[in-house]
């Protein structure tokens, strides 16, 4: 039972016919009504979410009636909107088969340029990514020369990681309290690939999936493009809800579930351990697999780093847990090294899903992540500290300049989710780029449309000086007014 899991290959033919329902697209876009023109306003919106990964592409879009009823709109409008959306490169027709999404010339999906980084000189708020120290990097460099010369004379494929680092990786699952083999471990290029080599095993299209809401929003976009359907259960200032948990594992049934219970991304809630507990017998009896983002759980702020989720499986730590880390929140996201933990004929089999897109990692990188892991115990601390002074630099800003929006400081992680008290988060963020801040509402850590408006996800990645002035430039813009409806423009997101 602990080993067995429902592998079942997608056809080709179920990928290719799909259609977004009229009603589940008008839950999406905004309300015409208070535009002009309508089917303007209505096709810049469908494009931000193509763009977006929102609507995925090569999707057939609703008949035009169809979206009309669902919008309250005429006919009329929804056909303006689709040749304007045909026009821009945004879609395209087949004869008798529909309209289906597309992407112009010229653009790239914001799941790429996010990524990218600004090209501007904006204070960067959007990405919760720490860097790494330039004389660290220099030294670790310097140590795996030696290393490195021994492997160049080798092929250098490693599907499965380096052994050496999987090894490492193993040992440090053991020393948390979790025994494990390095059988039992995949080296992926970062968490969000060991995310999507799972999903692609255990999902086929149209799987139920259960996340959390809010959640982080490159995983959702992953279930997005996997064409699963997600079932969210909330997650508020105060954690999570068990019982709602275990009705929807029971009821719903889920394929996976994935979840981030050690300092929530975005929340920076810490899920208790009697509710892990619960939460693994409730999968256990509805057969999902549960899939634990602990790419967060050594920053712990304000007490000690939380044990593994899976030391509450069985005995041996073996079960449908699949636990996936990665370097990028601790060290510095350009490493590109992440990995799982997870029952060694699982691993096997995602190793040969992984070698049919990249055969494996650089050896060059594990090797330098193999050298900054061993001293962990003298890296990580520094980092603590600077995270707890700019935490408490941030929330000191915040009272300064914005008293009215309230937080819970979390135990650890790397932002806060602040509560602006109106549902003003879209619009401030298009008007904080005007003063040189780049920041994301909390609508893009939602599961369906329209959610935490309310919210903002603040990092305290950067230096004190840098959270002040922010802070600072939010409160300005605040006051100076927020445009309304908020405008389309601001694409892409810049979400990490």
């Not at 303006?80 to 999906?109: C, F, I, K, M, N």
């Not at 889920?254 to 009697?274: K, R, S, V, W």
């Not at 069985?314 to 996936?324: A, E």
């Not at 305290?460 to 000086?465: A, I, K, L």
Request: aromatic share 4%; hydrophobic share 40%.
């Amino acid at each position: 039972m602990a080993d067995a899991h429902p592998f079942r290959p997608v056809d080709r033919v179920e990928r290719t016919q799909r259609t977004l329902g009229s009603r589940q697209l008008a839950a999406m876009l905004p309300d015409p009504s208070g535009a002009r023109p309508a089917y303007r306003h209505l096709a810049r919106a469908l494009s931000a979410l193509i763009l977006d990964g929102r609507i995925a592409l090569h999707v057939r879009l609703p008949a035009e009636r169809e979206l009309a009823t669902a919008l309250h709109t005429s006919r009329a409008t929804i056909t303006a909107v689709y040749d304007l959306l045909r026009e821009s490169g945004y879609a395209h027709s087949r004869q008798g088969s529909g309209t289906w999404t597309a992407l112009p010339d010229g653009r790239a999906p914001s799941g790429i340029t996010r990524l990218l980084g600004p090209q501007d000189t904006a204070i960067d708020l959007a990405r919760a990514a720490p860097g790494l120290p330039e004389q660290t990097l220099t030294e670790a460099l310097a140590r795996i020369a030696p290393q490195l010369a021994e492997h160049v004379h080798t092929p250098g494929y490693h599907p499965y990681g380096l052994p050496e680092l999987r090894a490492a990786v193993a040992e440090r699952f053991t020393r948390r309290g979790l025994a494990t083999v390095p059988e039992q471990i995949l080296v992926t290029s970062g968490a969000q690939h060991a995310l999507t080599l799972v999903l692609g095993l255990l999902c086929r299209s149209g799987d139920r999936v259960m996340v959390e809401n809010p959640s982080y929003p490159n995983a959702l976009d992953a279930m997005r493009r996997g064409r699963l359907r997600t079932v969210s259960v909330p997650v508020t200032d105060t954690g999570w809800d068990i019982e709602i948990i275990e009705s929807t594992l029971r009821q719903v049934v889920p394929q996976l579930a994935y979840l981030i219970p050690d300092f929530h991304n975005p929340t920076g809630c810490l899920m208790p351990e009697d509710e892990r507990v619960r939460t693994l017998r409730a999968a256990r009896r509805s057969g999902t697999w549960l899939v634990i983002d602990e790419t967060l759980a050594d920053l712990a702020l304000d007490l000690p780093s939380p044990p593994p989720f899976a030391t509450h499986t069985t005995p041996d730590g073996t079960g449908q847990v699949i636990t996936i880390g990665s370097m990028s929140k601790t060290h510095w996201g350009g490493l590109r090294i992440g990995w799982l933990r997870a029952p060694a004929r699982l691993v096997t089999e995602l190793a040969g899903q992984r070698v049919a897109t990249d055969m494996g990692g650089s050896v060059l990188d594990q090797l330098l992540a193999l050298t900054l892991l061993a001293p962990a115990g003298e890296l990580l601390p520094p980092r603590l500290d600077q995270l707890r002074g700019r935490r408490t630099a941030l929330a000191a800003a915040l009272t300064e300049h914005l008293p009215q929006w309230t937080w819970q400081l979390p135990p650890g992680g790397l932002s806060l989710w602040v509560d602006l008290g109106a549902p003003v988060a879209s619009a401030l963020a298009e008007r904080a780029l005007d003063y040189g801040v780049r920041i994301e509402g909390g609508t893009h850590f939602a599961t369906d449309p329209g959610l935490f408006e309310q919210r903002l996800r603040i990092p305290y990645t950067v230096p004190p000086d840098t959270l002040h002035e922010a802070v600072r430039r939010m409160a300005t813009a605040l006051a100076d007014g927020l445009p309304h409806p908020p405008t389309t423009r601001r694409q892409p997101h810049w979400v990490a």
